[in-house]
């Protein structure tokens, strides 16, 4: 009786630990379902965005920076279903990783990004957000709790989607 | 005449005094039960005097040593293999004193020799400490650590005692071969001691030119005569010798170089003791442990390794941890030193375990006790020189 | 459950191999053997009496000592493995395809094969952690399994054994005093006395013990063990573990991964070397100069209360320190490591604007690569438009440059050189070692005058609560293997028979060497028979037979 007792408290401290072990790299990433954390960021035109102030909106907070390929072929799709959604209450904010405010208004203009454009010089937002690759865009709710998180290139047909079930309703 | 000098001079005494003790101990080994005992005791006396006179005179080395760098000599190949070899000299000292058997000093003198020579092979210069080494837990550490291997190594000795008895040298089997591949071992240290000297004194060097394995372009300085090349290489000295093997840059060519005169020094040497005493080394070694009593080594042998597991666990594991943890800010990384500092722990834990709940003792406990010290050699040896790491001295 | 009736009247539970009460030998196995197997003082060990249940066999394969010796070997095994080559951890390359090929370049088919079998990662490898846990619960469940009776049978031990048990001993003696019957057995008492040993009497029986304690070394040790690998396990749990590592360049200041709401600036990194000459192994390793200190001078920041991130203005100074390596900067329970640095990254260029043809300046411009300006303006009037600004320059796609990554490792720029001789501006693309004019010949150049370079710092920060167990387990491990190791239980059982004879039994759990010498200054004193040691005669017997060619 005793021996059983003990032997399934064992089998569940290891089964924990497996269990911790394996999903460890995934819980670190903010997730799906969980709140946003919240932000403030001062965009080019030296506007502040905080999320708090964006509830009952959709946000999609996006992570880039001028070197990366990917970021580069959707900002176009994402520029243009951006007209789109803005009557919609659903805002872009598209977050630059601490690079040079030179770098960063060039790219903007030659690309003719109409969205809030923000430069995280400490990168503390990435930290919070603990965004690793490249592009990496997080789908913010009404609510302030997080749809869904996209890490790679999207498909204007993909930010369509998306962009649609964070629309308030 | 310097702090630096009189510690080299200290060492040489020390050195000469183990030598001259091991041949006093092998006086000391009672022959015969008769009045030659009382001479034997005798022996046995001036032998640990000697002896023991040679480790103050070494504690004196590691003393100015350590005034004159101002840091506890540990911090380099040299200095680590000479205190390892201080260490093992003092453990038999307190062993002896202890249990009384001569025939301990025939073996652990030598062997405490060995050390002391291959460490003078390496670089003596004092070279200042790099910010990672400047720490008081250098001294803590790396001496407690030692001292754990060091009486490991004792274990060792009453091991090979306990089988140079009790195996028979003039039957082909397993047992024999193993046991004269040991003595081998030992030989082919000489050869390297020998080699390097050899070289040494000729002053030989040479340069060469070489691709390492991130495509860069660096030198590497011989030696010793290059008989395998580095990758790529290029001759920049004159008249010297051209490598026969060119090996890929994953290989350290000049270490397989050193290896390889090493090897080849150390089997002329054997094959020459072999001819001239028409005998193996193990079998030499019989008729001085021909009276020593089994169960009693099996017990030194086993009282060491209880002794030392505490210390090196300690010294090797838990102040290692805690100063890594100040350095690195992660007590265990997985390195390759971490790593065989462990696999040595988890061997002496199998041993413990083997001998008490399954009643090992013996032959298969002696058999043990030399693997354990050879695990601590192979990270004494290849950790540092071969596999390279965030450890590695040399 | 079957017991088993012994000799003297007294119920054993089964699987018992010495009676509780007197010690005489109840299994065949015991009475088949000459010297008594004391190990756990003859109790039932469970997993060796029952075998039944399901739960049964998982217990008894776990609690087999031969099963967890297997376990330190395979684990022993398992490691030195991962120590053929690097681990992935040890390898400055960051993603999973750059590893790949790291490996199969320098090491060719073996690297691969190495790679692909998830050795390069081992001790964060799944099977590696199993292996470690099954050791785990090995020694949990060994432990529960013997030391519980030993516990038992040592606390309910008697004072007066059978004779079957006294003569099973390793140490016996029986014969007659050489002193007077009514004094031996005094003399017997106050001789194990000053020896220290705690002395039981009853009538003509004595048990003298010492040491008891030890016994439990191994059970405690292994605590200790178990409460270490909890720790370790911990780890795992959120917010018990934080294990970060940030570059920081001079003059940065960021987030610091891992602690919210702190940032910290790196004013300055040293690189300090010792003025000597080369020697020896320094020589053979090729290194120049031997470093002496690294050190990064930082500042760490807390953002003001009730602030989010993002909110980087009207930092909160927390303190100063200099991180050194051995030296971490420690704040509430974090801790920030020296571990990793490198020198020189460029931080401003400076170009001169320069008529080719007369190779006459026109001034120089400085150009701080982290805040490049849109204009620049020379005192004479002649102004250097940047049009565009490349760190890693790393080719032209469709006619557009193309930066690899945001270091300035490679810069490049597309000037617009407007001065008095050339009003509309003259356009320059100029890198390293690579000027392009697009528009033809210009008549002036940006020539590369100087950089100015700075360092960067590589700083791990490390948080961990576990740390207090950890400790805990390793006080607790150092406890049991010392007192298990360095300390012995011995007992003597001496009792006086009817006509004047004494027997005498000695045991101890080890050092036979020095529990003959209390045996020798015991018999000294109490004028005892002598004593002898049944397995030493056994292995001088085994060894006569061996030399001679003789069977018994």
């Known amino acids: 009786m005793t021996r059983g007792i003990i032997l399934t408290i064992l089998a569940i401290a290891i089964g924990y630990t497996v269990y911790a072990a394996v999903t460890k790299d995934k819980i670190n990433i903010v997730q799906a379902g969980a709140q946003a954390p919240d932000f403030e960021v001062i965009d080019l035109h030296g506007e502040k965005h905080r999320l708090k102030d964006y509830e009952g909106k959709g946000v999609v907070l996006n992570f880039w920076g001028t070197w990366c390929e990917p970021c580069e072929r959707e900002f176009p799709a994402m520029t243009r279903q951006y007209a789109e959604f803005k009557h919609q209450d659903v805002q872009i904010i598209a977050v630059n ?73 | 005449m310097s702090l630096i000098d009189l510690s080299g001079y200290l060492l040489y005494a020390a050195f000469i005094s183990y030598l001259v003790g091991t041949f006093l101990f092998a006086g000391a080994i009672k022959v015969k039960n008769d009045t030659a005992a009382a001479r034997a005791d005798k022996y046995g006396k001036i032998a640990l005097v000697v002896t023991i006179i040679g480790f103050v005179a070494q504690l004196g080395y590691f003393i100015t040593r350590w005034m004159y ?206 001819l001239i005493t028409r005998r193996k080394i193990a079998t030499m070694f019989q008729p001085l442990v021909k009276r020593v009593n089994s169960t009693l080594m099996d017990e030194i042998a086993y009282r060491s390794i209880l002794i030392a597991f505490p210390i090196f666990t300690l010294g090797a594991l838990i102040f290692a941890m805690i100063w890594a943890q100040e350095a690195w800010g992660r007590f265990w990384g997985w390195d390759p030193k971490e790593v065989w500092a462990l696999i040595t722990w988890l061997f002496y834990a199998a041993f413990l375990h083997l001998r008490l709940s399954k009643g090992w003792e013996g032959r298969k406990s002696a058999w043990l006790t030399v693997i354990g010290f050879l695990i601590i050699l192979f990270n004494l040896v290849v950790v540092n020189l071969v596999i390279a790491g965030l450890h590695s001295y040399a | 459950m079957n017991k088993l009736l012994c000799e003297c009247g007294h119920e054993n539970p089964e699987g018992t191999t010495l009676c509780q009460k007197c010690g005489s030998p109840l299994s065949a196995e015991e009475k088949s053997k000459k010297i008594a197997d004391m190990r756990y003082e003859g109790s039932a060990i469970r997993s060796k009496t029952y075998n039944k249940s399901i739960i049964d066999k998982i217990w008894n394969f776990f609690s087999s000592v031969k099963v967890g010796i297997t376990l330190i070997i395979i684990n022993l095994i398992a490691a030195s493995i991962g120590t053929i080559l690097p681990q992935e951890f040890y390898i400055s390359v960051a993603t999973d395809a750059e590893k790949e090929k790291y490996y199969s370049d320098v090491y060719g088919w073996f690297g691969e094969i190495y790679y692909a079998l998830g050795l390069s990662d081992l001790y964060s490898s799944l099977w590696f952690q199993l292996l470690v846990l099954m050791l785990g619960v090995s020694i949990i469940i060994a432990s529960i399994d013997r030391g519980i009776p030993l516990h038992k049978s040592l606390k309910n031990q008697r004072v007066k054994r059978h004779t079957n048990f006294m003569k099973r001993q390793r140490i016996i003696g029986e014969g007659k005093p050489t002193e007077t019957r009514e004094q031996t057995l005094q003399l017997v008492e106050q001789s194990l006395k000053n020896l220290k040993y705690n002395v039981r009497r009853e009538d003509s029986s004595i048990l003298a013990e010492r040491g008891r304690f030890s016994r439990y070394g191994a059970y405690i040790n292994h605590v200790g063990l178990i409460v270490f690998l909890i720790g370790v396990m911990l780890h795992l749990v959120p917010g018990m573990y934080v294990d970060e590592s940030m570059w920081l360049r001079e003059g940065e200041t960021r987030a610091v991964p891992g602690m919210d709401g702190y940032f910290l600036k790196n004013d300055k990194f040293i690189l300090e070397t010792y003025d000597n000459v080369p020697q020896g192994e320094q020589i053979k390793q090729g290194v120049n100069v031997v470093a002496k200190n690294f050190q990064t001078d930082v500042t760490l920041y807390k953002q003001k209360e009730n602030s989010v991130p993002g909110q980087a203005e009207n930092l909160e100074e927390v303190k100063q320190y200099g991180i050194q390596v051995n030296h971490p900067l420690k704040h509430e329970g974090y801790a920030f490591y020296q ?41 004479n009037g002649a102004q250097v438009q940047l ?22 490792n490679n810069p490049a720029f597309i000037f617009k050189m407007i001065t008095p001789e050339t009003p509309e501006g003259e356009t320059s693309f100029v890198a390293i070692q690579q000027t392009l004019e697009p528009e033809g010949d210009n008549i002036y150049k940006m020539k590369f005058s100087n950089v100015e370079t700075r360092h960067m710092s590589g700083l791990t920060i490390r948080y961990d ?27 003597i059982w001496v009792e006086q028979l009817a006509d004047g004879t004494i027997r005498l039994a000695a045991h101890t759990n080890k050092n036979w060497f020095s529990m003959k010498k209390d045996l020798d200054a015991l018999t000294k004193h109490a004028h005892l028979p002598q004593y002898v040691d049944q397995q030493e005669i056994e292995n001088n017997e085994h060894v006569e037979t061996e030399k001679d060619g003789k069977t018994l």
């Open chain 1, 97 to 169: 990783f601490a690079q040079s405010e030179f770098e960063v208004k060039k790219y903007v203009a030659n690309m003719g990004m109409t969205f809030p454009v923000a430069i995280d010089k400490t990168k503390s937002v990435f930290t919070a957000y603990n965004i690793g690759p490249l592009p990496t865009s997080i789908f913010i709710k009404p609510d302030g709790t997080i749809n869904r998180i996209i890490t790679g290139e999207m498909t204007e047909g993909e930010i369509v989607q998306y962009m649609e079930s964070i629309k308030p309703e």
């Open chain 2, 69 to 274: 760098t101002g840091h506890a000599p540990v911090s380099n190949m040299f200095e680590f293999t000479t205190a390892f070899g201080m260490f093992i000299v003092l453990s038999f000292i307190v062993i002896y004193i202890t249990y009384k058997v001569a025939a301990l000093g025939v073996v652990a003198l030598p062997i405490a020799l060995l050390i002391i020579a291959y460490a003078s092979m390496f670089p003596t210069e004092v070279s200042p400490l790099v910010p990672s080494l400047q720490s008081h837990w250098l001294t803590i550490h790396v001496t407690t650590a030692a001292l754990g291997q060091s009486i490991f190594g004792i274990s060792a000795v009453a091991g090979l005692i306990y089988l140079l008895r009790n195996v028979n040298m003039n039957e082909r089997s397993k047992e024999s071969f193993w046991l004269e591949t040991v003595m081998f071992c030992c030989v082919l240290v000489v050869g390297f001691v020998v080699a390097t000297v050899t070289f040494n004194a000729m002053d030989y060097e040479a340069k060469y030119e070489y691709v390492d394995t991130l495509d860069q372009v660096s030198t590497s300085t011989y030696l010793m005569p290059a008989v395998f090349g580095m990758n790529e290489y290029v001759e920049l000295s004159e008249d010297r010798m051209t490598p026969l093997f060119e090996l890929p840059a994953l290989i350290d060519a000049r270490k397989l170089t050193t290896v390889f005169w090493s090897v080849l020094f150390g089997t002329i040497i054997y094959l020459l003791i072999r």
């Open chain 3, 387 to 408: 049009m565009g600004y490349y760190p890693d320059f790393s080719g032209f796609k469709e006619g557009v440059p193309q930066t690899a990554t945001q270091t300035p």
């Open chain 3, 339 to 379: 571990m990793d640095f490198r020198l020189n990254e460029i931080k401003t260029m400076v170009f001169d604007l320069t008529n080719k043809e007369t190779e006459q300046s026109l001034g120089q411009i400085s150009i701080d690569l982290t805040n490049p300006q849109e204009m620049y303006t020379l005192d």
């Open chain 3, 465 to 491: 609560r576990t740390i207090p167990i950890l400790i805990v387990g390793g006080i607790i491990f150092m406890i049991g293997v010392a007192i298990g190791s360095y300390w012995n239980h011995r007992r």
